[in-house]
């Protein structure tokens, strides 16, 4: 019989991890949860970017949802030129939990329904049916941010156009840089939480762990590390210190940031450290998959 795990043509794997990534993402297109995490998303994004920050402009209150910025600098924020800044300031911490919880769904659930079992005896190498898994999840997280992009660029038109605004939309490059900066920031929690499902061999403990994580642990780990400077260097480099700093990296006003974004890593070292995260996370996945027995 032959290993499941061992490497085999390479035409033939590469035909598996294409029609594997096709059918998981056919699994993820009926799947209500999967829809129920990505609208959560976009709904969270607009409320948090435009819809607070227009009411406070429009009722000239200077509340804290509005971080206490001035009514002009508000508005510009909420201009279509502002929208590669604005729609990476929630990923960080909020975007990053709801991904994080839709990686370990994605792969946590196949312990609990059976259907890695199912899979994994198709034929096809463990590599190619992982790889397929996590090819579908990148796939879903760049198209979830152009979505993103696209429907915050038409509230912002929206807005401009109702305040007699400009219209202009930002440059080429500051749009490529703040869709490229949402999916690394994206990409690298939904496959930590595509880890920690495999890992956990289910998706209810996963997502359990993986939410004290993000909301919880980091953010007690780089206070201890502001007072206790031998740790500041680990937690100067945690995944949500690099996925916060990126998206750091993309503000051009000054005043409270919004939660989870922060100004430790310059956005060079975030990306570096976001793409080591990034194939530790896809690498471990792919390892736990391929060497562990599925019971």
Do not use: C
Request: hydrophobic share 55%; glycine share 14%.
């Amino acid at each position: 019989m032959t290993d499941p795990g061992a490497p085999g043509d390479h035409g033939g794997a590469v035909t598996d991890l294409v029609a594997g990534a096709r059918a998981e993402l056919l699994r993820l297109r009926k799947w209500p949860a999967f829809w129920i995490v990505l609208g959560t998303w976009i709904l969270l994004n607009l409320t948090f970017a435009y819809l607070f920050n227009y009411l406070a402009y429009t009722t000239g209150s200077s509340t804290r949802m509005s971080n206490g910025l001035p009514r002009d600098v508000l508005l510009q924020q909420m201009l279509p030129a502002a929208v590669p800044e604005v729609f990476t300031q929630g990923m960080a911490l909020f975007g990053g939990a709801l991904m994080l919880v839709l990686g370990a769904l994605a792969t946590g659930s196949g312990y609990g329904w059976g259907s890695w079992k199912t899979a994994l005896t198709q034929g096809p190498s463990r590599v190619a049916v992982i790889g397929a898994v996590v090819s579908s999840l990148a796939l879903t997280v760049v198209a979830l941010v152009l979505v993103a992009f696209a429907v915050d660029t038409g509230v912002a038109a929206l807005i401009a156009s109702t305040q007699g605004q400009s219209l202009a939309l930002p440059s080429l490059g500051r749009m490529l840089l703040g869709i490229g900066s949402g999916a690394a920031i994206l990409g690298m929690w939904t496959l930590a939480g595509a880890l920690i499902g495999t890992a956990a061999r289910g998706p209810a403990l996963a997502v359990g762990l993986g939410l004290v994580w993000v909301l919880v642990v980091e953010n007690l780990l780089r206070g201890v590390g502001a007072i206790f400077s031998p740790i500041q260097g680990v937690t100067d480099h945690l995944p949500g210190t690099a996925a916060g700093s990126l998206a750091g990296a993309m503000r051009t006003v000054s005043g409270p940031a919004t939660p989870g974004v922060l100004s430790i890593l310059s956005r060079g070292e975030s990306l570096i450290v976001l793409a080591v995260y990034v194939l530790l996370f896809a690498g471990g996945t792919i390892w736990l998959v391929r060497r562990r027995d599925m019971v």
